[in-house]
């Protein structure tokens, strides 16, 4: 399964300008404060059209532009580069000058198929996020056990850390773990950026 490094991307056809980003999500909620967060950066934009592939769900909106124009195009670009875990968001400001339905289509798989050229396409690999608890003098074995798999630091009377591990991973860095923590609690299974 592969997935998309966040990336963004302008064309111009026509004086009508397509703004086109692309973000590796993981649940629903992180694609509406993407798509929210779009909205407020990009005011007085014509329309936001987008595509989303999260596992089994698939999801496109012409935003008010004519039925199938943009949407879908978006998607099956997202579909043809067997991409998961992704959003794609097109601005587009009106230039004043109308492009038609085939227009539209090209202007919309052109935007997202310029962004995937510059875009690093990474696998993705099934993996958990766990909970850990250890002592403050610990700090250091910790860190160096898991560099870069942090994603949040707790402290208070103990240390709490919340970090990503790849399933393949997963016994190896647990047995290093055991001995110098004090509890070890799955969170949750999703898929990781490896």
């Not at 014509?46 to 989303?52: R, S, V």
């Not at 089994?56 to 579909?79: F, H, M, W, Y």
């Not at 052109?110 to 050229?117: A, F, G, H, K, R």
């Amino acid at each position: 399964m592969k997935t998309i490094n966040d990336s963004s991307s302008t064309i111009i056809i026509h004086k009508s300008k397509f703004i086109c980003h692309l973000y590796c999500v993981h649940n629903i909620e992180e694609i509406r404060e993407k798509q929210e967060q779009v909205r407020q950066k990009y005011k007085g934009a014509t329309h936001y059209c987008y595509a989303y592939i999260l596992e089994n769900q698939k999801r496109c909106s012409d935003d008010k532009e004519p039925s199938g124009t943009a949407g879908i195009p978006i998607l099956s670009v997202l579909e043809s580069q067997h991409l998961d875990h992704v959003l794609c968001i097109v601005i587009r400001y009106f230039g004043g000058i109308k492009l038609g339905a085939g227009g539209l289509v090209r202007a919309y798989t052109n935007s997202i198929t310029s962004c995937l050229e510059n875009t690093v396409i990474v696998d993705l690999e099934l993996g958990k996020i766990i909970e850990i608890e250890f002592e403050y003098n610990e700090t250091k074995y910790i860190e160096h056990i898991l560099e870069k798999n942090i994603i949040q630091k707790i402290f208070s009377e103990h240390i709490y850390y919340q970090i990503t591990i790849p399933n393949s991973e997963f016994q190896r860095i647990k047995n290093l773990l055991k001995s110098h923590i004090i509890n070890l609690k799955i969170i949750k299974t999703t898929y990781m950026k490896i």
